[in-house]
């Protein structure tokens, strides 16, 4: 998946809703690669420990 792609999916997601598009897109223009990727993981996980609770 390319970095453009998990940008996008991290500020559609229900955590920068609830933590602030605006935030996230600054904090995402701030970071490097690795940092995105580490993100997307964490929001991946949040959302299917969401989904099981």
Known sequence: ???D???QDILNSPMA????TERIKQ???RHDELFIKRLY???VEDEEIA???
């Open 1 to 3: 998946m390319s970095i």
């Open 5 to 7: 792609k998990m940008k």
């Open 17 to 20: 809703e609830v933590r602030g």
């Open 27 to 29: 904090m995402l223009e």
């Open 41 to 43: 993981q964490l929001m």
């Open 51 to 53: 989904m099981m609770g």
